[in-house]
């Protein structure tokens, strides 16, 4: 079982940046891919970013390309999301989640066995 606690949301203006972190228990941390989801007011949640197991690989949605970027440290058992140039529209809560030991699909919550009670970001125009 994976435990997950995400931190570093709250209050940004436009053009800010924040970095969310996402601590994770148990042993099995090194070996799944990781994910980041965000549900806006409103809205279904949705595909932020994730990365594969080592690291080498990563993933992103066309909204947030080029702006945000997903890291980890398995020494650590932390995943990372930077978020540059904030805008308005990226205010949602954001979701840290574990991929199933073997996802058939890395940008939907189906891919996910394990998630964060998420992290509140709000950005200011």
């Known amino acids: 079982q994976v435990q997950l606690v995400e931190s570093g949301g709250g209050p940004v203006q436009a053009g800010g940046s924040l970095r969310l972190s996402c601590g994770a228990s148990?042993?099995?941390?090194?070996?799944?891919?990781m994910g980041w989801f965000r549900r806006a007011p409103g809205k279904e949640r949705e595909f932020v970013a994730a990365?594969?197991?080592?690291?080498?690989?990563?993933w992103y949605a066309d909204s947030v390309k080029g702006r945000f970027t997903i890291s980890r440290d398995n020494a650590k058992s932390t995943v990372y999301l930077q978020m540059n140039n904030l805008k308005p529209e990226d205010t949602a809560v954001y979701y840290c989640?574990?991929?199933?030991?073997?996802?058939?699909?890395?940008?939907?919550?189906?891919?996910?066995?394990?998630w964060g009670q998420g992290t509140q970001v709000t950005v200011s125009s």
């Open positions: 989640a574990a991929a199933t030991t073997y996802p058939l699909t890395l940008t939907s919550r189906t891919g996910y066995e394990y």
């Open positions: 148990g042993r099995t941390f090194n070996s799944r891919p």
């Open positions: 990365i594969s197991s080592t690291g080498r690989s990563s």
